[in-house]
């Protein structure tokens, strides 16, 4: 037996943890959208984003809800 669960299924891990079940996790999202999750984060404290024109308050809180 395991569980085979999306990333976003926060309750999984719990219950497999708990009942002691091998636990399967998979990304339903896009490559760009892992990419972007994935190195966000490098790329502002870099300076390479925000990108000219865009406002820094919304990347803050779009790269402190991936952390």
């Known amino acids: ?3 085979i ?3 976003f299924v926060v309750w999984a891990p719990r219950i497999a943890f708990k009942f ?3 636990l399967f996790s998979f990304f339903t999202s ?3 959208a892992g990419c972007v999750m994935t190195y966000a ?3 502002v ?3 390479i984003m925000p990108f000219q ?3 820094i308050s919304n990347i803050d809180l779009e ?3 991936l952390n």
Request: proline share 8%.
């Open 1 to 3: 037996s395991c569980i």
């Open 5 to 7: 669960s999306d990333v």
């Open 20 to 22: 002691g079940i091998p």
């Open 30 to 32: 896009n490559a760009t």
């Open 41 to 43: 984060p490098q790329l």
């Open 45 to 47: 404290s870099q300076g």
């Open 53 to 55: 024109g865009t406002e």
């Open 63 to 65: 790269i402190n809800a």
